[in-house]
T-cell receptor, first 114, second 113 residues
């Protein structure tokens, strides 16, 4: 089947420290997976943070980056120095360019302590 | 200008009540989706549609109906609301050039007492 796994439900990091949120995916039906990170700030809907549609490429936005690793089927989200304003819920997602197969991870709630 | 809007933003109803959640998108997208978000479950797809008059069943459809009246408007109906349907509901749309990228509304928080 197709699925996305985020192992951490909650993460707490001190401001200016580094961050990694783990994401792995599995697919048997999507020939060319597209990978996404979405972010949901309190009181708002999900926003696209970054996307990568080609294996081996890296996406980046707002200081966050993630590399599409086909060998390890991973798409971990990283940031070198987090800020309090980064506190939000982060969702990893797997989709297919031309079809409606789309899968979300359970989300990781990030709290940045000042 | 927000491209996906939802109303109401908050709703409280009683068990057995009738609730309609509304979603409108101005992205000219073909696809629209209804999700529910619960702690520990992530987003779960309830129903989706690829055009006016079309409806497709998602992963957790029980207790929900949906209707797509126009390309812009997608409604979620709870005809006999139950406390298990207390949740945060998101609407989203997607279309060309990349159907895999979804655009979300701000969410509706529904409480069923």
């Amino acid at each position: 089947g197709d699925s996305v796994t985020q192992t951490e439900g909650q993460v707490t990091v001190s401001e200016s420290k580094s961050l990694i949120i783990n994401c792995t995916y599995s697919t048997t039906s999507i020939a060319y997976p597209n990978l996404f990170w979405y972010v949901r700030y309190p009181g708002e809907g999900l926003q696209l943070l970054l996307k990568v549609i080609t294996a081996g490429q890296k996406g980046s936005s707002r200081g966050f980056e993630a590399t599409y690793n086909k060998e390890t089927t991973s798409f971990h989200l990283q940031k070198a120095s987090v800020q309090e304003s980064d506190s939000a819920v982060y969702y990893c997602a797997l989709g297919d360019l031309g079809y409606q197969n789309f899968y979300f991870g359970k989300g990781t709630s990030l709290t940045v302590i000042p | 200008e927000a491209a996906v809007t939802q109303s109401p933003r908050n709703k409280v109803t009683v068990t057995g009540g009738n609730v309609t959640l509304s979603c409108r998108q101005t992205n000219s997208h073909n696809y629209m989706y209804w999700y529910r978000q619960d702690t520990g479950h992530g987003l779960r797809l309830i129903h989706y549609s690829y055009g006016a008059g079309n409806l497709q069943i998602g992963d957790v459809p029980d207790g929900y109906k949906a209707t797509r009246t126009t390309q812009e408007d997608f409604f979620l109906l709870l005809e006999l609301a139950s406390p298990s349907q207390t949740s945060l509901y998101f609407c989203a749309s997607s279309g060309q050039p990349n159907y895999a990228e979804q655009f979300f509304g701000p969410g509706t928080r529904l409480t069923v007492l």
